[in-house]
Each structure stands twice: as C-alpha cells, then as structure tokens.
Nanobody, 113 residues
Framework: QVHLEESGGGLVQTGGSLRLSCAAF????????MAWYRRTPGEAPVFVAL?????PTRYLTSVKGRFTLFRDKNTIELQMNNLKEEDTALYYC?????????WGQGTQVTVSS
C-alpha cells in the first residue's frame, strides 16, 4: 500500500505563484510514475504534469513554461508560476506502483483576479 500526502494549495491572485508538494509513504519501492492531475467541478481529472522516471517530464500544453515538476525519489513538487484563473482546481497527486494506482486527497488551488 502507498499513501500520498499533499500540501501547498491556497488562494493566490492572478500572476502569483504556489508550490504544491506530494510525498509517498508505505511500500514505495515499486513506484514508477508520479504525476499531478487537477479537477474542476463536474469535470474529469486532467493530467497536468508527469514524471515516469524515464525521459523528460510531460506537461499539459496550457501550463508549459509556467509549471515545473520536481521529483526526488518518492516526493514530487509542482512549482506553479504566473497563475491564471483557469488554473483554479482541486489538484491531486498520483502514483503508479506495478498494477496499482494511488491518489492523494487533493489540495485546492484558487486563483482570483
């Protein structure tokens, strides 16, 4: 079992920055991919940034150049700069461990003008 703990969400004005953090606990030796997703009310979760441990990090097109994912073993952070109102969402951390997928509880990011 893997448990993910997220932190770092909050309220910020347009153009501001936030940094999200996600740490994995438990049987983490099998974790390969770690990623951030986000979800707005009534919508399915959308991939934001992903590190699968092989090759470059992948980003949602709309966040390229503004968001950066950092990974240190089983901890990932998402540095979000130049935030826009459309970045407002519940952000989730995801980890893949063999055939299992684990999600964090989510952390709210709200960007206001």
């Amino acid at each position: 079992q893997v448990h993910l703990e997220e932190s770092g969400g909050g309220l910020v004005q347009t153009g501001g920055s936030l940094r999200l953090s996600c740490a994995a606990f438990g049987d983490t030796s099998c974790i390969t991919t770690m990623a951030w997703y986000r979800r707005t009310p009534g919508e399915a979760p959308v991939f934001v940034a992903l590190d699968h441990g092989l090759g470059p990090t992948r980003y949602l097109t709309s966040v390229k150049g503004r968001f950066t994912l950092f990974r240190d073993k089983n901890t990932i952070e998402l540095q979000m700069n130049n935030l826009k109102e459309e970045d407002t969402a519940l952000y989730y951390c995801k980890a893949e461990c063999e055939e299992n997928i684990y999600w964090g509880q989510g952390t709210q990011v709200t960007v206001s003008s």
